[in-house]
């Protein structure tokens, strides 16, 4: 049995509750980032090959246990190749250069404007360089999105770098069916929307939103960010994404106010979600992924190279988000969306996709085990928690699951503060304690707790009495 280990935020059969789904972060602030990695995992998972997540966060120090346990060492990643992804690109690097087993990147991708012009990225091209040879020595080529990470890696000297898009689209193998169910939208289509707060907020998506919600009764917005579902499940503001009331995840929205949004946990319920909608359409490439895997036609409003790639690779129907009037109808991407180029290509890319997986060492579920089948049985037989919802109420079932997750939170961590006054007093006395945030010395942790959840309970509890 080959062990492989899959840089993910968690594997596909954890059926997270919503309140430890949060505090943990299992989606790495953006639930898109389980669609390519949970499509990973399915791909790989063969009879004779076991994956194992071993969660997002980058342990150097597990260089050792990694090498004894498992025999290759997958990191499927999105856009990597940024200036705010540096760090961590550093600490993935200094952990890989520890590794003495293969390591395979299947499909990373670089930012920048929808211009192509890598001059952004200049910074953090020793970084770039740095990771990729780290793996290109422990692996026969990387994969990348598309044709400007291939440029932006080959002008740096790398030859083995293969397109191979996003592991995502691939979740279901060779099979990608996508047509359009009606022959235009009108007032009763289902419509799903997405978007960064970026895109709302600067890039012209908010008017189009408030539109497409005038004109469409049954629009629902689907948010990704972490950010997004603590405001829907706590209506907590405290992230700075909370100043931006142009989106839809903001309890001052209509749509929150109306239950017209989500955000999903698990891909699994998001993707069965989707099969009852229309059409799909928005500024999140993973977003609408999810649409196209569910068989719901869907346009991306490409505001990046990241997702332009992507789309120019796959032939999904898209737009510059830069070039979108104010006043666009939904029904107008539907029309011109043409799926051809999508389904058509899909057979060859997958193929060149295997291939990768091929050349690396790897075997998938659709060549070499079952297609799937057993890991989708598996699935079903899960309960995975619905779409997070807005809080707009104060009932006794809703208060009471937050409610005891903050209990159990405070006695974990009245625990944890004992056990560490206990550890505090075997230390010499010349040891000092370093202070905490000021204001904050002699307050006890429930108190702190209290003061951190206190101000979004009683917003909900207010709302709800309204």
Same mark, same amino acid.
């Given at each position: 049995?080959?062990?492989?280990?899959?840089?993910?935020?968690?594997?596909?059969?954890?059926?997270?509750?919503?309140?430890?789904?949060?505090?943990?972060?299992?989606?790495?602030?953006?639930?898109?980032?389980?669609?390519?990695?949970?499509?990973?995992?399915?791909?790989?998972?063969?009879?004779? $090959?076991?994956?194992?997540?071993?969660?997002?966060?980058?342990?150097?120090?597990?260089?050792? /246990?990694?090498?004894?346990?498992?025999?290759?060492?997958?990191?499927?990643?999105?856009?990597?190749?940024?200036?705010?992804?540096?760090?961590?690109?550093?600490?993935?690097?200094?952990?890989?250069?520890? #590794?003495?087993?293969?390591?395979?990147?299947?499909?990373?991708?670089?930012?920048?404007?929808?211009?192509?012009?890598?001059?952004?990225?200049?910074?953090?091209?020793?970084? +770039?360089?740095?990771?990729?040879?780290?793996?290109?020595?422990?692996?026969?080529?990387?994969?990348?999105?598309?044709?400007?990470?291939?440029?932006?890696?080959?002008?740096?000297?790398?030859?083995?770098?293969?397109?191979?898009?996003?592991?995502?689209?691939?979740?279901?193998?060779?099979?990608?069916?996508?047509?359009? /169910?009606?022959?235009?939208?009108?007032?009763?289509?289902?419509?799903?929307?997405?978007?960064?707060?970026?895109?709302?907020?600067?890039?012209?998506? %908010?008017?189009?939103?408030?539109?497409?919600?005038?004109?469409?009764?049954?629009?629902?917005?689907?948010?990704?960010?972490?950010?997004?579902?603590?405001?829907?499940?706590?209506?907590?503001?405290?992230?700075?994404?909370?100043?931006?009331?142009?989106?839809?995840?903001?309890?001052?929205?209509?749509?929150?106010?109306?239950?017209?949004?989500?955000?999903?946990?698990?891909?699994?319920?998001?993707?069965?979600?989707?099969?009852?909608?229309?059409?799909?359409?928005?500024?999140?490439?993973?977003?609408?992924?999810?649409?196209?895997?569910?068989?719901?036609?869907?346009?991306?409003?490409?505001?990046?190279?990241?997702?332009?790639?992507?789309?120019?690779?796959?032939?999904?129907?898209?737009?510059?988000?830069?070039?979108?009037?104010?006043?666009?109808?939904?029904?107008?991407?539907?029309?011109?969306?043409?799926?051809?180029?999508?389904?058509?290509?899909?057979?060859?890319?997958?193929?060149?996709?295997?291939?990768?997986?091929?050349?690396?060492?790897?075997?998938?579920?659709?060549?070499?085990?079952?297609?799937?089948?057993?890991?989708?049985?598996?699935?079903?037989?899960?309960?995975?928690?619905?779409?997070? /919802?807005?809080?707009?109420?104060? %009932?006794?079932?809703?208060?009471?699951?937050?409610?005891?997750?903050?209990?159990?939170?405070?006695?974990?961590?009245? $625990?944890?503060?004992?056990?560490?006054?206990?550890?505090?007093?075997?230390?010499?006395?010349?040891?000092?304690? $370093?202070?905490?945030?000021?204001?904050?010395?002699?307050?006890?942790?429930?108190?702190?707790?209290?003061?951190? +959840?206190?101000?979004?309970?009683?917003?909900? #509890?207010?709302?709800?009495?309204?």
């Amino acid at each position: 049995m080959k062990r492989i280990l899959l840089r993910s935020g968690k594997s596909p059969y954890d059926a997270v509750p919503v309140e430890e789904a949060l505090h943990q972060d299992v989606f790495a602030t953006n639930s898109g980032n389980l669609i390519f990695s949970d499509a990973t995992h399915k791909i790989l998972e063969t009879p004779r $090959t076991e994956v194992v997540s071993n969660g997002i966060r980058t342990d150097v120090a597990a260089a050792g /246990r990694i090498n004894e346990e498992f025999d290759a060492f997958v990191v499927p990643l999105a856009n990597a190749f940024r200036p705010s992804f540096e760090a961590q690109l550093r600490r993935l690097t200094r952990l890989i250069g520890k #590794l003495k087993i293969p390591v395979i990147v299947p499909g990373i991708g670089a930012q920048t404007g929808l211009n192509y012009n890598p001059a952004r990225l200049k910074p953090i091209e020793p970084a +770039v360089r740095e990771f990729v040879s780290a793996v290109l020595e422990r692996s026969a080529s990387i994969g990348v999105r598309g044709e400007f990470t291939e440029k932006y890696l080959r002008d740096m000297g790398f030859n083995d770098v293969e397109v191979i898009g996003c592991p995502s689209l691939f979740m279901y193998g060779e099979r990608l069916d996508v047509r359009k /169910r009606a022959e235009s939208l009108g007032p009763e289509s289902r419509i799903a929307v997405n978007g960064s707060h970026s895109a709302m907020r600067t890039q012209g998506l %908010d008017p189009v939103v408030r539109n497409a919600h005038a004109r469409y009764p049954h629009l629902r917005f689907i948010g990704q960010n972490l950010s997004d579902a603590r405001q829907l499940h706590w209506r907590d503001l405290s992230d700075p994404n909370g100043t931006v009331t142009e989106m839809p995840t903001h309890p001052d929205h209509p749509m929150f106010r109306e239950d017209k949004v989500r955000v999903y946990i698990d891909p699994v319920t998001w993707i069965d979600d989707l099969r009852g909608f229309d059409f799909s359409f928005g500024s999140r490439i993973h977003g609408n992924i999810a649409a196209l895997l569910a068989g719901t036609p869907a346009t991306v409003l490409c505001g990046d190279s990241r997702t332009l790639e992507l789309c120019r690779y796959f032939g999904i129907p898209h737009r510059q988000i830069t070039k979108l009037p104010a006043d666009l109808d939904p029904a107008e991407l539907y029309a011109e969306a043409d799926f051809g180029p999508l389904i058509r290509g899909h057979q060859e890319r997958f193929e060149r996709f295997t291939g990768f997986l091929t050349r690396n060492g790897l075997e998938n579920t659709f060549t070499h085990g079952d297609g799937g089948a057993a890991h989708e049985e598996r699935l079903r037989s899960l309960a995975f928690p619905p779409g997070v /919802r807005p809080w707009n109420d104060a %009932d006794v079932a809703s208060l009471t699951t937050r409610f005891g997750f903050l209990q159990s939170r405070i006695t974990e961590l009245s $625990t944890e503060n004992v056990q560490l006054k206990r550890e505090l007093t075997r230390k010499p006395k010349t040891v000092k304690l $370093t202070p905490g945030p000021a204001g904050t010395s002699g307050r006890s942790v429930y108190r702190l707790a209290r003061r951190a +959840v206190g101000r979004p309970l009683r917003k909900a #509890l207010q709302s709800g009495r309204q």
